[in-house]
């Protein structure tokens, strides 16, 4: 493999996958890491896997970030300049249920990032935050210079660790650390917990969607190709530190240390109402609604403010929820028509349209 790869942690897994594959066809080498876990169908990662290795400057490692020897054993042979840190234990209710598989991939895994990155001269470190941070803030449309120190569940307040974690080492040892805030991503090869696979599932399949707080939760819904495009543009503005950043008065957004974070999000907050709508128009299938209370760790709405994001890379996520949802049923349908497997790319119209 040519000198110089870029890590993406988490390759098997929704964005990062989409991350690996953009980064490909740009012409970069990638080297992915993920451990195929079974907290969803692992054949869907290996689907994703086999898409990303039809490419020859693509190297994947089987490996768990927990794995403290096997990480820094590969930043060692590697010395990545660039790490794009997208693998965690995802979800927030089954935060509730699994609580160690938090701890130990989200925190004791980021540990170990951290500390491969650390000691082998990485040049940047971009990292999967979350829109959960926010937690119990009701301010809309959540800022980044807003404090963040009310988590509701388990998985928002591993993502406000990592984000600690990180301006420690960049106060520490210089590292260029960027948070990344994702905002409900959504779009083609996403996870099956996620609210559009779930809603499509069940509308083809005859069965009720369950809708928390009867329907009333407001998400910024976030196309995966816009998250990615956020990405790619990151990766060569390495933050650097605040001049202006005073401990009198502390902006949670930047710091005396070179570290950011960014919301990335489509800054518009859509009812599951209008999705539900949306996927009913595309399938061309009514949805029945099971209604349902607030669960537990739930927010009402999210909603981002990337007034920063604009300003440091000339971009913002704009594709409007419609246009997201039809291209993400197109390639539903083509996969569950493929015997419930994902399919081959089926070229942009499918893949990134």
Same mark, same amino acid.
């Given at each position: ?21 953009? #980064? ?123 404090? &963040? ?13 990592? =984000? #600690? ?9 210089? #590292? ?84 950011? &974070? ?7 907050? &859509?009812? #599951?109402? =209008? ?14 609604? =099971? ?9 009402? =709405? ?52």
């Amino acid at each position: 493999m040519p000198a110089n790869p870029i890590l993406v942690t988490g390759a098997a897994g929704f964005i990062g996958f989409h991350v690996a594959h953009r #980064l490909l066809r740009d012409g970069h080498t990638v080297v992915g890491l993920d451990n195929l876990n079974a907290y969803y169908d692992p054949a869907l990662k290996e689907a994703r896997l086999a898409e990303l290795e039809m490419y020859p400057g693509f190297e994947f490692h089987r490996l768990d970030l927990a794995d403290c020897n096997g990480l820094a054993a590969l930043f060692a042979r590697y010395r990545f300049h660039h790490v794009i840190h997208l693998g965690a234990q995802a979800g927030v209710r089954h935060s509730l249920v699994d609580p160690h598989s938090y701890v130990q991939s989200n925190l004791v895994g980021f540990a170990n990032v951290l500390e491969g990155c650390r000691h082998n001269g990485c040049r940047h470190l971009l990292y999967a935050s979350s829109s959960s941070v926010f937690g119990a803030n009701t301010r809309l449309p959540y800022s980044v210079h807003d404090n &963040v120190d009310h988590p509701l569940n388990l998985y928002g307040a591993t993502k406000k660790c990592n =984000e #600690l974690l990180a301006h420690s080492y960049s106060h520490l040892f210089g #590292l260029p650390t960027t948070g990344l805030r994702f905002f409900t991503v959504y779009g083609p090869w996403s996870r099956p917990d996620m609210a559009t696979w779930l809603f499509a599932d069940a509308i083809m399949s005859g069965r009720p969607i369950q809708l928390f707080n009867h329907g009333r939760m407001r998400r910024d819904f976030t196309y995966v190709d816009d998250v990615v495009e956020s990405i790619i543009r990151l990766i060569d503005r390495t933050p650097q530190t605040d001049p202006n950043w005073s401990g009198d008065k502390p902006d949670p957004a930047s710091s005396a240390a070179p570290w950011r &974070v960014y919301n990335i999000g489509n800054h518009s907050a &859509v009812e #599951l109402l =209008e999705v539900v709508r949306l996927l009913e128009e595309a399938i061309g299938i009514k949805a029945e609604c =099971e209604f349902l209370p607030m669960q537990p760790g739930d927010v009402l =709405e999210t909603y981002a403010d990337v007034d920063d994001l604009a300003r440091e890379v000339d971009f913002k996520p704009a594709t409007s929820i419609a246009d997201g949802i039809g291209r993400f049923v197109e390639w539903f349908q083509i996969y569950r028509a493929l015997t419930r497997r994902p399919p081959a790319l089926v070229g942009d119209a499918v893949f990134s349209k």
